[in-house]
T-cell receptor, first 119, second 112 residues
Framework: DAGVTQSPTHLIKTRGQQVTLRCSPK?????VSWYQQALGQGPQFIFQ???????QRGNFPDRFSGHQFPNYSSELNVNALLLGDSALYLC??????????????????FGEGSRLTVL | GNSVTQMEGPVTLSEEAFLTINCTYT??????LFWYVQYPGEGLQLLLK?????DKGSNKGFEATYRKETTSFHLEKGSVQVSDSAVYFC???????????FGKGTMLLVSP
């Protein structure tokens, strides 16, 4: 059973460029969330996608956008890159309910991340 | 707003020592509380959780009790092992949508 997979694992961009990061959720999961983790900090919630729509959004500017596809995979796009966007971007998948139908709140399965460096 | 405060690390212990990592939170309502762990070279993974006041989460010898009166969720383990060396993150879910607010993380280093 494949877990959460992210690509690319590392990338380098320059200020002003745009980047797209990709995520495939764990099998059976329908919800994808994106987090930004700066060096030495905890992950910060960017947004969450469910049923191909943005359901929740954290305190990030509109330069950060995303998409979810019918197969539940997701993309994170960042436009007009700034130096401060350098971070590890984590994708996390989850399911609204567990196997027994219970609400499976908070159990996220994380990928290993995409490390973005902006020069 | 919602926030989580963890003790700063690194926490350095010898094998078989007792571990406590403090975590306090600020949130409206009644959030669910979590500890996630990040082992070297691996992704974040759920260690334990508690969804209401006085609940105790436990896993792999680790425990944490949801204390509403002190807004705390301290992580404890009676006897740590070298393999427990990792970064530990306390987190809360305020909304029930699995949109977590994390602390900054505490690095634990266990020596033989």
């Amino acid at each position: 059973d494949a877990g959460v997979t992210q690509s690319p694992t590392h990338l380098i961009k320059t200020r002003g460029q745009q980047v797209t990061l990709r995520c495939s959720p764990k099998s059976g999961h329908d919800t994808v969330s994106w987090y930004q983790q700066a060096l030495g900090q905890g992950p910060q919630f960017i947004f969450q996608y469910y049923e191909e729509e943005e359901r929740q959004r954290g305190n990030f500017p509109d330069r950060f956008s995303g998409h979810q596809f019918p197969n539940y995979s997701s993309e994170l796009n960042v436009n007009a890159l700034l130096l401060g966007d350098s971070a590890l971007y984590l994708c996390a998948s989850s399911s609204i309910s567990g196997l027994a139908g219970e609400i499976n709140t908070g159990e996220l399965f994380f990928g290993e991340g995409s490390r973005l460096t902006v020069l | 707003g919602n926030s989580v405060t963890q003790m700063e690390g690194p926490v350095t212990l010898s094998e078989e020592a007792f571990l406590t990592i403090n975590c306090t939170y600020t949130a409206t309502g009644y959030p669910s509380l979590f500890w996630y762990v990040q082992y070297p070279g691996e992704g974040l993974q759920l260690l334990l959780k508690a969804t209401k006041a006085d609940d105790k989460g436990s896993n792999k010898g680790f425990e944490a009790t949801y204390r509403k009166e002190t807004t705390s969720f301290h992580l404890e383990k009676g006897s740590v092992q070298v393999s427990d060396s990792a970064v530990y993150f306390c987190a809360l879910d305020p909304s029930g949508y699995s949109t977590l607010t994390f602390g900054k993380g505490t690095m634990l280093l266990v020596s033989p």
